[in-house]
Nanobody, 135 residues
Framework: EVQLVESGGGLVQAGGSLRLSCAAS????????VTWFRQAPGKEREGVSC????????RYVDSVKGRFTISSDNAKKTVYLQMNSLKPEDTAVYYC????????????????????????????WGQGTQVTVSS
């Protein structure tokens, strides 16, 4: 059974950093696009960033550009989300999801903006890890 397991969440002060990990069992990310999502209480789920390990292509939502960096280590079957300059509005449960796709299921939103495709059916989801940023 394929599992995605997130880790690395926690409580941090504004301006601090965390690195989230998404580790896979029984698959390698070479043939998958992996998106990090987040969901804050009372808010809709939001796509944050995506990577395709096959070519290293990445996508970011505007609100995290320049602060978050997504990367992958195929040997470790792990995708990371390095989060710097954290803000209270980054507080959420963060999930990783893998899609059997060679490109990120994201679409351009005008200019340099990108957004994940609504209702795209990812193949695997993790259980989530809580990130709390205090002011």
């Amino acid at each position: 059974e394929v599992q995605l397991v997130e880790s690395g969440g926690g409580l941090v002060q504004a301006g601090g950093s965390l690195r989230l990990s998404c580790a896979a069992s029984d698959i390698t990310f070479d043939d998958y696009a992996v998106t990090w999502f987040r969901q804050a209480p009372g808010k809709e789920r939001e796509g944050v960033s995506c990577i395709t390990s096959s070519d290293g292509s990445t996508r970011y939502v505007d609100s995290v550009k320049g602060r978050f960096t997504i990367s992958s280590d195929n040997a470790k079957k792990t995708v990371y989300l390095q989060m710097n300059s954290l803000k209270p509005e980054d507080t959420a449960v963060y999930y990783c999801a893998a899609a059997d796709a060679t490109v990120c299921p994201w679409v351009p939103g005008g200019g340099t903006r990108w957004y994940p495709i609504d209702l795209y059916e990812y193949d695997y989801w993790g259980q989530g890890t809580q990130v709390t940023v205090s002011s």
